[in-house]
């Protein structure tokens, strides 16, 4: 039988800058929330993306999930960078994964984190 899942409140920016030379993915654990800074692929332009967390057992699952804003000819594949802060403190769970899916394009789901931590 699977564990419950409990929604978790998460803030998410969507198109922020980010240095040349920062890790595709960071994850940060501090203060009650874990911060999750990564890149989105993108298959055209303008597009958006929004974001949701859940607790089921031990596992903290992040999804990302973008749209296209216009006509999206799939022709112009990017990266947009993101910025997604999870409020919930880490003895909370051990393990994170963070998923990408794509509403308008046919790619599959993509688990880009999947990680545990230690306990504390």
Excluded at 62 to 70: I, M, P, Q, S, Y
Excluded at 92 to 107: F, K, T
Aim: hydrophobic share 40%; charged share 20%.
């Amino acid at each position: 039988m699977a564990e419950p899942t409990s929604r978790v409140p998460v803030d998410f920016i969507f198109g922020i800058f980010r240095i040349p030379i920062e890790p595709a993915f960071v994850v940060e654990s501090a203060g009650g929330k874990v911060r999750v800074r990564g890149s989105f692929r993108t298959p055209c332009q303008p597009y958006n993306a929004t974001a949701s967390a859940d607790l089921s057992g031990n596992t903290l699952v992040l999804r990302v999930v973008g749209k296209a804003t216009g006509a999206c000819p799939q022709d112009v594949v990017t990266s947009i960078a993101y910025q997604a802060d999870v409020q919930i403190a880490s003895s909370a769970y051990s393990r994170l994964r963070v998923i990408h899916e794509w509403r308008d394009a046919n790619w599959p789901a993509e688990t880009v984190i999947d990680t545990t931590f230690a306990s504390k």
